[in-house]
């Protein structure tokens, strides 16, 4: 089993920068590769970046050059730094953890609003 708790979502306005984490606990040894996702009203949930156990990333077009995803394996949490934001970029981000025998998890997610 692995949990993962998101933190850090708020209200930033068009053009600035938030930090969302997640702490990951459990099972940390079985996870293969992590990645945030992100889903706004009405619409489908979205890859945002994802990172593997080592250290390598792919990001979404839409951020790339403006967010950076990383991962503290001292402190068993991932980051996603957010840059330049944009109204568009309004969801709940969601952070998500994939095991070598594929078990797909979950956090409940944390808000990021972005005025204009």
């Known amino acids: 089993q692995v949990q993962l708790v998101e933190s850090g979502g708020g209200l930033v306005q068009a053009g600035g920068s938030l930090r969302v984490s997640c702490v990951v606990s459990?099972?940390?040894?079985?996870?293969?590769?992590m990645a945030w996702y992100r889903q706004a009203p009405g619409k489908e949930r979205e890859s945002v970046a994802t990172?593997?156990?080592?250290?390598?990333?792919n990001y979404a077009d839409f951020v790339k050059g403006r967010f950076n995803i990383s991962m503290d394996n001292a402190e068993n949490t991932v980051y996603l730094q957010m840059n330049s934001l944009k109204p568009e970029d309004t969801a709940v981000y969601y952070c998500?953890?994939?095991?070598?025998?594929?078990?797909?998890?979950w956090g409940k997610g944390t808000l990021v609003t972005v005025s204009p």
């Open positions: 990172i593997t156990r080592g250290t390598s990333t």
């Open positions: 459990g099972s940390i040894g079985s996870i293969k590769d």
């Open positions: 998500y953890a994939n095991t070598w025998r594929d078990m797909i998890y």
